[in-house]
């Protein structure tokens, strides 16, 4: 069947490209961009909102896949990989070859290389949704990864393969030798990409793979392919992680087999989930918090991916719609006018679940640091407070700390929900 279908006017499988309560976001949040940089001006910085532009056009892709056609794939990685391979050798092309190519044009063609990669594997892929789409992508994961240490002419094996983005054509005077010029060409395909994502999933086929991801066989009866469906998606979501990939060799100026392995892949999918599948803004929020905790909370903790781990855990446990769907549950008490029932009870579960955290948090840190301390390294700083580890103080304090915060917040817990039920309540209309 053709995914290509004639769509009336009356349909109800298109929707607005766009509508003007939805553009003052868009605007708010290319000006947020433009002026960061006058916010945070140190180079560490410029490199972590580059690496956050990059996640986030990363994980809006994954979500093309998993949010919005429901394919949960395990080496996601592969494409943006190999756009961004393609993109270095193409930097190099321009160094050794005299290339003519600017460098602001070379995440398309990393995009183009993905899409390529994506059209050749997702012709078999897609054949299957589940647990067989999953694992064919696990394996085509693992087996391109383990083909980047044995094709050392394109891959370059465990070293990678290295350019540099200074050697081409200048661009409007530029030549993208500081971190600011690469921001901001990083946060223009930011822009671009999440905009054209977003248009997409308001197309028909981006309406249509909402329907075969909630079921596939209704949407076949409706007269539409669902493997076409899910090749389409496919092939777009390569091709914005391919433009991820180009922007990658831009910032780092260098690929290498960790940017196509599954840890990668599961990064992704672990952002994506963290931020909230069901939402656009789901994975951009994920890539925030993500990057944050990577670069920020790494440099005060060698057991960060812990904290990671947990957070993890905790949403997919307690909040399965992500960080965003924690705070869309709060729009219907807005709606009705009770938001401020909430307060009170929030304001009340606010200190212990704080403490509770930094007690826990403490309570690792100590273990950690007894554990792993070289000989004679008794002593450790925690919060600015420096202390003996393997004393028996310290242990005493957390533990009663952590027990006294989970019994305030068993205590407290009862009147959230109700409070909570309360704020949720609608009137039965007479």
């Given amino acids: 069947m053709s995914v290509v279908k004639k769509v009336s ?35 560490s910085a410029l490199t972590i909102m580059n690496q ?5 056009i990363f994980a809006l892709a994954y979500n093309m896949l998993l949010g919005q056609g429901g394919m949960l794939s395990f080496g996601h990685a592969v494409y943006m990989g190999i756009g961004g391979f393609f993109c270095v050798h193409l930097m190099n092309m321009i160094e050794y070859d005299n290339l003519w190519l600017p460098l602001p044009f070379l995440p398309l063609f990393g995009g183009l290389f993905g899409l390529i990669s994506a059209m050749f594997i997702g012709s078999f892929s897609t054949s299957r949704a589940g647990t067989v789409f999953a694992m064919i992508s696990l394996g085509v994961g693992e087996l391109i990864a383990a083909s980047s ?22 661009t409007f005077g530029l030549d993208f030798a500081s971190q600011i010029e690469v921001y901001y060409l990083t946060a223009t395909w930011l822009v671009i990409s ?13 309406r249509i793979a909402n329907a075969v991801r909630d079921n596939e066989e209704r949407a076949e009866f409706l007269g539409y392919s669902q493997r076409n469906v899910r090749f389409i998606s496919f092939c777009a979501s390569g091709f914005f992680a391919g433009i991820a990939g180009g922007l990658f060799a831009i910032n780092y100026e260098i690929l290498t087999e960790e940017n196509l392995n599954l840890a990668t892949s599961g990064s992704i999918l672990l952002i994506t989930f963290l931020g909230g599948v069901g939402f656009f803004v789901g994975p951009i929020i994920g890539a925030i918090v993500f990057t944050l905790l990577q670069t920020v909370l790494s440099l005060y ?9 947990t957070l993890f855990v905790l949403t997919v446990m307690f909040f399965p719609f992500g960080l965003t769907g924690l705070i869309a549950i709060h729009l219907q008490p807005y709606k009705l006018g009770k938001i401020s029932i909430l307060f009170r009870p929030y304001l009340h579960m606010v200190v212990p679940a ?26 450790m700083s925690l919060f600015g407070i420096g202390f003996n580890s393997h004393s028996f103080l310290p242990w005493m304090i957390v533990i009663v700390l952590s027990i006294g915060s989970g019994w305030m917040i068993r205590r407290i817990a009862p ?13 039965p209309r007479v």
């Avoid at 956050?52 to 986030?56: E, G, L, Q, S, V």
């Avoid at 999440?194 to 981006?206: C, D, E, H, K, V």
């Avoid at 100590?366 to 008794?378: D, S």
């Fill in 415 to 427: 009147g959230l929900n109700e409070s909570w039920d309360e704020a949720n309540y609608v009137e």
């Fill in 301 to 309: 903790t060698e057991i960060w991916q812990l904290y990671l781990g």
């Fill in 149 to 170: 240490i044995i094709v050392v002419a394109f891959f370059g094996g465990e070293e990678g393969i290295g350019g540099d983005r200074t050697m081409g054509p200048s």
């Fill in 354 to 379: 704080v403490v509770c955290v930094l007690s826990l948090s403490s309570l690792l840190e100590i273990a950690f640091h007894a554990k792993h301390a070289a000989i004679g390294e008794e002593q």
């Fill in 52 to 56: 956050m532009a990059i996640t986030i």
């Fill in 9 to 43: 006017a009356e349909s109800n499988t298109t929707a607005p490209w766009i509508s003007a309560s939805q553009i003052t976001p868009w605007i708010l949040a290319i000006v947020f961009l433009l002026i960061l940089p006058l916010i945070f001006t140190s180079g």
């Fill in 194 to 206: 999440a905009l054209a994502m977003f248009l997409f999933s308001r197309t028909p086929i981006g």
